[in-house]
């Protein structure tokens, strides 16, 4: 489906009734990252994944902001006629959520950091996202797959999911994932927000995760009041692509205790 307001087309998936769940997805993918969710938790929630702005079937501009991407969710929750939500964010997906809280609070029913962090990418980073940028630019998207595979999925993924995210990050438009690189350099710092939440809210991390560790995880649970905190074992970054029953049951347990 497509969702449109004055800046761009937005697509999305969604799937089932009841309480609203909107799932965020991060860098270099879409929101068929979530298909796991859309199937696995329908029963539970009106499941909405969006393509965030320049990735999968939504329209790519040269620049964007993780605040364009928040006033994208933003648009997309009026026009379903979502008065409040659930909103999950993965990696990238957890920066515009923030974002998402800053610019639009009264949206958010409760949140779900998963595999993300408040805080913002070092001097050495950003350096890192730029030549990112650079080589998404000269090469395509497959600077970006190569750059993320490894990353993505611990080393004992089946071969079968590695090759599935393979497919969704060499099927983005590259001038969709500079963009989206660069938004994450510029990215301000979030982790001043933390101790100010007042939604309920569910940290996720996993014990593979090599680019947000467990112990990240932890420390931002730990900032925010009331959090609760879940690991997912045997998965790395990508923990609900790698462990779905896990990643969702979490959610299913934390929605029991604040819905």
Not at 82 to 106: D, K, N, W
Not at 113 to 137: F, Q
Request: hydrophobic content about 40%; overall charge negative; proline content about 5%.
């Amino acid at each position: 489906m497509d969702s449109n307001n004055s800046a761009i087309k937005l697509h999305y998936r969604e799937r089932g009734q009841g309480e609203p769940l909107v799932l965020l997805h991060g860098f270099p993918l879409d929101s068929s990252m979530w298909e796991d969710q859309l199937d696995g938790l329908a029963d539970r929630f009106r499941v909405i994944a969006p393509d965030l702005r320049g990735c999968g079937q939504s329209e790519a501009t040269e620049r964007t902001s993780m605040e364009e991407m928040a006033d994208d969710v933003a648009a997309l929750l009026a026009r379903l006629g979502i008065q409040q939500a659930i909103v999950a964010g993965f990696s990238m997906g957890g920066y515009v959520l923030f974002a998402l809280l800053r610019r639009h609070p009264e949206l958010v029913r409760g949140i779900i950091l998963s595999n993300t962090k408040a805080e913002p990418d070092t001097e050495e980073g950003k350096a890192g996202r730029v030549n990112m940028a650079e080589a998404i630019r000269e090469q395509g998207a497959s600077a970006a797959e190569t750059a993320m595979t490894p990353k993505l999925l611990s080393p004992d993924a089946p071969d079968e999911l590695r090759q599935r995210l393979q497919r969704t990050m060499l099927a983005q438009k590259p001038e969709g994932l500079a963009a989206c690189v660069l938004a994450m350099a510029d990215r301000p710092d979030s982790s001043g927000q933390l101790a100010g939440i007042r939604v309920p809210t569910l940290v996720i991390g996993s014990d593979g995760d090599t680019i947000i560790p467990f112990s990240l995880s932890e420390a931002t649970a730990a900032a925010i009041p009331g959090a609760a905190l879940s690991r997912i074992d045997g998965a790395g970054h990508a923990s609900n692509v790698e462990q779905p029953e896990q990643w969702n049951a979490a959610v299913r347990s934390w929605a029991e205790r604040i819905l």
